[in-house]
């Protein structure tokens, strides 16, 4: 059968921890800054970020938590999140990242799936976290910055340093649970393993040729599996620095940026598209930047282009998901194909198979990507059927998207076998939303689909059968209450029934064609 192999070869990945690779590009600057909070300026160096990584570890294994629990993070972008992902993983235990923007239920839910009994947030979020404890086995909650009655503040979380890494199985340890919107319900629990965050550390760093010279914004959520691997354990592994950003703003953007002298953008095709056409990137000295680097959902040829001719800089693309830990293709500076998504990253194969048939395709033809690698997850947790239906046999993992790949090996993706929608490089689940819309008094059906948007990537709009007088306004309040924001559907339109099959299965080519 045709497998494509990378034409960098393979890379020798370390036999360590994901916290041993993080320290690798720590020592020896221990005076350096490593981390810099972008709106407030405050600065961690190298030394005191592994200080502070112990110190988490000797605190929560003195608690009992570690080694062997889960520790749950609600968080945005703030200098202390490495501090808290690593030292847990220190420790010997397992991270589950939590999106911040979640309701209480899906926070609940992620909370029971991972088996979490610590979990660490923030003021703004402890509402929410406290209500989706409620019934768990977290009964512990951190408030970083000074909580109510009952929380624990970061200083009771701090103990004696722990000096050595807990021992591990790295090939089979689960360091990290981020979740990963499915078609068929609620989210499922990556299991990522710390070879497979070493290995994909590895894998990138051969590519991306960061130095020390480097700096970089991470805007992009730490919860996210992009965020985590590039930013917060690529750049400091490359011992370069990292400016947080709790939240993407365009005007701090681009100050951070002219302020700290930033080289290196890693985007979403969202934000490329601001940095291509906003009037407000020529109020800035954006000189400094050698490279826009655009992930998570295909970028167009021309809006990558442009956004490289207006900073003066390569732009490139990549592909990666949270199975892959996240990265299986990436462009190179020096082997740029605009709108392509590069080549395969070193140590990894891929395949092109017809879906109908199950055959191998060749270079030019279309097919789903399967990918095989050392960054290919462990499974999903907790879902065994769920983890059958993605891995194949021999370790392919088969990723749900149609892609090409030309005879230089560079890819193309064409379009999803999954029906996930990808609004701002976020998934959403169209079962996930239309439970939810079912969930609302007076709904009796409903279907989601994507449309497809310049900016957004797509765009939920949601087809709904009611027995009653329902408007658009009790669909939004109730969404309010079980939804992430950037699940919401962005328009509805009320019809008399859902297309489906005879074996019940919505048929959503029908409702592309209404739109």
Known sequence: MPIFQSPYGDVTVPDQSVTQTLFDGLLGREDTVAVIDGPSGREITAGALMSQI??????????????????????????????LFHGVAWGGGT??????????????????????????????????????????????????????DGALGITDIMGEELPDQVPGDWANDVVVLPYSSGTTGKPKGVMLTHRNLVANVTQTAAMAKITEADKAIAFLPFFHIYGMTVMMNLFLNQRAAIITMPRFDLEMYLRLIQEHRVTRLFVVPPVALGLAKHPMVDDYDVSSVTEVFSGAAPLGAEIEAAVGTRFGANSVQGY????????????????????????????????????????????????????????????????????????????????????????????????????????????????????????????????????????????????????????????????????????????????????????????????????
């Open 320 to 515: 990666g998901m949270t199975e892959l830990s996240p990265v299986s293709h990436m462009t190179r500076g020096d082997a740029i194909r605009h709108g392509s998504s590069g080549q395969l990253v070193p140590s990894t194969e891929c395949r092109i198979v017809d879906p109908d048939t199950m055959e191998d395709l060749p270079a030019g033809l279309e097919g789903e990507l399967w990918v095989r690698g050392p960054q290919v997850m462990k499974g999903y947790l907790n879902n065994a059927s769920a983890t059958e239906e993605t891995m194949a046999d021999d370790g392919w993992l088969r990723t749900g998207d149609l892609a090409e790949i030309d005879e230089d090996g560079f890819m193309f993706i064409r379009d999803r076998l999954k029906e996930l929608i990808k609004y701002k490089g976020f998934q959403v689940a169209p079962a996930e939303v239309e439970a939810a819309l079912c969930g609302c008094e007076g709904v009796t059906d409903a279907a989601v689909i994507g449309r497809v948007d310049p900016e957004a990537g797509e765009l939920p709009i949601a087809f709904v059968v009611t027995s009653g007088a329902v408007k658009e306004e009790d669909l939004r309040a109730h969404c309010e209450g079980c939804l992430a924001h950037y699940k919401h559907p962005v328009e509805y339109r009320f019809v008399e029934s859902v297309p489906k099959s005879a074996s019940g299965k919505i048929l959503r080519r029908e409702l592309r064609d209404a739109l």
């Open 95 to 148: 991270v589950t990242t939590i999106n911040p923007t979640y309701t209480a239920p899906e926070i609940k839910h992620q909370l029971l799936d991972a088996g979490a009994t610590v979990l660490i947030t923030i003021s703004m979020f402890e509402e929410a976290a406290r209500t989706a404890m409620v019934g768990t086995d977290c009964l512990d909650l951190v408030v970083l910055d000074g909580g109510g």
């Open 54 to 83: 112990k110190a988490l570890a000797g605190g929560l294994t003195a608690r009992g938590v570690l080694p062997g629990g889960t520790v749950a993070i609600l968080a945005p972008n703030i200098p202390e999140y490495p501090a």
